[in-house]
């Protein structure tokens, strides 16, 4: 592999490889806001280390500013969200930011684009049932993009044969690693030939959809009242419980792999290896007491 110089900085690194992980054309950018927050100014070309993360919290930052050679942070969630006034070390957020970017750390966030792509979170989500499904499809379709067929957000999973919902609470709480779940059932339960599913918040992905159960991090009191009225269950794991695990079981060493490639395949790379690491500060901000 030869070197060239200029070479690209991290933050230009982790763009050229997204396209290959989730496009952020995938992502629903009428709500959504992805892709670069904060571009270092002066970053160390010699860093190689990328802290994976759910949120941007000031523990999570407190973190990556004492591991050594870090350049970039991919939040899933947007930092930025909307339009800012002002960057002042009075707003713990804005201070974040501020710190991160004078020690030369850029943060990217990919959302939904990471909830639509095939190999996604929502993928993941449904993977205690794959054994099971008769069929797997998207709840909303995404943009098509060559080699990202079966893009979209959520999942609609069609069974082979009824499950009770003791039985997929019962899943559910093995693949989440979780003591405890949510449950809201009718008066009548009925046995589950379909799930539908949604990491995060599923409340209006769920809208419409014809299955016994859903599945997702967080509901409003009134659409699991509307979901219970029409006979359907529901399984509520916190917002966040249903998307961190993806980050250590399969997006840390997917990018990992991808960086790698990058900088064997591309003169323009930084030289070295990369290393990915997953935020241990990062926590769903809910506990059971």
């Known amino acids: 592999m030869g070197v060239s110089s200029p070479q690209v900085t991290s933050l230009a690194l982790i763009k050229r490889v997204w396209e290959r992980i989730a496009p952020l054309q995938l992502a629903d950018k009428s709500w959504d806001n992805v892709g670069p927050m904060i571009e270092a100014p002066f970053p160390n070309p010699n860093h190689r280390k ?29 930092p930025i969200f909307r339009g800012l006034k002002s960057l002042t070390l009075s707003d713990p957020l804005q201070a974040s930011l501020l710190k991160l970017s004078a020690r030369g750390i850029s943060v990217f966030s990919p959302h939904t684009s990471l909830d639509a792509t095939p190999n996604g979170i929502n993928t993941w989500l449904v993977r205690p049932f794959d054994a099971l499904a008769a069929s797997s499809t ?127 395949l591309h003169d323009d790379a930084p030289n070295g290896k990369w290393e990915v690491l997953v935020s241990r500060a990062d926590a769903d901000p809910l506990r059971v007491v």
């Not at 949120?55 to 969630?77: K, M, N, Q, R």
């Not at 809201?184 to 599913?197: E, H, L, N, T, Y």
């Open 50 to 78: 990328v802290l994976l993360t759910i949120d941007l919290t000031p523990s999570v930052c407190a973190e990556a500013l004492t591991i050594p050679s870090l350049s970039l942070i991919v939040s899933y969630h947007p």
């Open 138 to 264: 998207p709840l909303t379709q995404s943009e098509n993009l060559d080699g990202f067929d079966g893009a979209g957000m959520g999942k609609l999973v069609k069974l082979k044969s009824p499950l009770d919902v003791s039985q997929a609470v019962r899943m559910m709480k093995e693949h989440l690693g979780l003591k405890y779940l949510q449950l809201a059932q009718p008066d009548i339960v009925k046995p589950v030939s379909s799930i539908a599913f949604c990491a995060g918040s599923g409340g209006s992905m769920f809208k419409g959809v014809d299955a016994e159960l859903f599945v997702t991090g967080e509901m409003s009191h009134h659409e699991v009242l509307s979901a219970v009225a029409n006979g359907q269950s529901v399984i509520l794991a916190n917002h966040t419980n249903t998307e961190r695990p993806y980050l250590s079981q399969v997006l840390q060493p997917w990018l990992e792999k991808e960086l790698n490639a990058e900088t064997d």
